[in-house]
Structure formats: C-alpha cells, structure tokens
C-alpha cells in the first residue's frame, strides 16, 4: 500500500503563491501517478490535476491551468503542486492520491481510479 502526507497551505493574499507537497510512504516501488484534488466546504471533491509515474506528463483542469504546476521528484518520493495568482475561489481542502501504472494524458482525470488519499492540507486565499 501507499500513504501520501501533504503540507505547505496556509492563508495567503489572492494573487499570491503556495507551494504544497506529498509525500508518499510504504509500497512506492511500484508505478504510479500522483493526482491533486481539492474540496471546498459543501462541494464535492474536484480534480485539480496529475502527474505521470515518470514526470513526462501532467493534466490540468481547466480552471487551474496556466496557474498550477504540478512536479514530481521520485528519488524523494514527493509531488509538488505550485500553485500562483491564487485566487479566493480556489479555496479548498488540497489532497493527493495515487493512479497505479504508467497512464498518462486524459486517464488521469478519472477521480474514482484514485486511492490512498493523504488528510489533505487547508489552503485559505484571502479577498
């Protein structure tokens, strides 16, 4: 099994930065993809985007693109979401999870193909 562990929100001013990390634990021989979700309080859980087992390729929602990077450093088991031009809408409960195998592009979008959440890490954008 895996385990992911998030860190780096905060309150930050709209049009600042965040850079939140994910640490995966246990079983991290295997191939797999790290996806970034978020949840605001009385929505559902949202797909904010992912990166592949390798780096080579990453998928973004629309409403982060342009704004979010996501990265990956293997050789510390970690994924990164640099987040800027934050915005008060994007508000939320930020949580990885983990795809296993080697997919890439838009099957990285599929939200119930996720599992292994980490307890996710606040991010408040501030008006």
């Known amino acids: 099994q895996l385990q992911f562990a998030e860190s780096g929100g905060g309150l930050v001013q709209a049009g600042g930065s965040l850079r939140l990390s994910c640490i995966a634990s246990?079983?991290?021989?295997?191939?797999?993809?790290v996806g970034w979700f978020r949840q605001a309080p009385g929505k559902e859980r949202e797909f904010v985007g992912a990166?592949?087992?390798?780096?080579?390729?990453?998928l973004y929602a629309a409403s982060v693109k342009g704004r979010f990077t996501i990265s990956r450093d293997n050789a510390k088991n970690t994924a990164y979401l640099q987040m800027n031009s934050l915005k008060p809408e994007d508000t939320a409960v930020y949580s990885c999870?983990?795809?296993?195998?080697?997919?890439?592009?838009?099957?990285?979008?599929?939200?119930?193909?996720?599992?292994?959440w980490g307890q996710g890490t606040q991010v408040t954008v501030a008006s």
């Open positions: 990166i592949n087992w390798n780096g080579g390729s990453t």
């Open positions: 999870a983990a795809q296993y195998g080697r997919a890439s592009g838009n099957p990285m979008g599929v939200t119930k193909s996720y599992a292994y």
């Open positions: 246990g079983r991290t021989s295997v191939s797999f993809a």
